[in-house]
């Protein structure tokens, strides 16, 4: 029986012109993440990750603390939905950038929106697949971890893969996706054990590398 690490990205650049861009903090929750899996003796047969910039710098940090050498594997069903896309789907009209409470709080229920209805087929967000394709693109890179190995995969993604892959693997609807979507944090681990027939949920939106009083301010989830 394998061991499936899904990461989430470390923060970003939320509210920037250009959101894929890992901030100064996710960069060292990548890294921090990267010396906890060192310090367990965790090796791992193969890294996934999304094509994403973000993507890739988590990786990079994560790499760099635990003295990692792998080449990843890169898997376009692992990128994270435009949230842009899914917003502009049911509010065209321009928005104010979310720098303030009221306007994060504002933006977050406009996306909860959005994501029911694409998950429900409503709107179609410009640019974007449809939802069954996306849930596709997420079982797949599952499906591919199962098929190929036997051991630990590291997997880096966004925090929608990530809980349609929870989603999936426990049969959820559509609002507790959405749901666990909203609540995952910055580089939290997810793990799966799998066999070649499945994977089983273990643990969600863990963050053991920053369980000490030196990072509580590191827990970030945008």
Known sequence: ???LYLVRHGQASFGADDYD????????QSVRLGEYLRGKGLTFDAVLTGTLRRHAQTW???AEGAALDLKPVLWPGLNEYDSHAVIAA???LPLEKPDSPELYRHH????RDGLAQWMAGVVSPKGMPDYVDFVRGVTSALDHVRQT??????MVSSGGPIATAVGHILGTPAETTIELNMRIRNSALTEFAFTPKRHMLLTYNTLPHLDHADYKDWVSYA
Do not use: C, E, K, W
């Open 60 to 62: 990079d940090g994560i």
């Open 108 to 111: 977050f229920r406009l996306l």
């Open 21 to 28: 861009q890992l901030s100064a903090l996710g960069r060292r």
């Open 1 to 3: 029986m394998g061991t």
């Open 149 to 154: 190995y036997t051991g630990n995969v590291l």
């Open 90 to 92: 049911v509010h065209p």
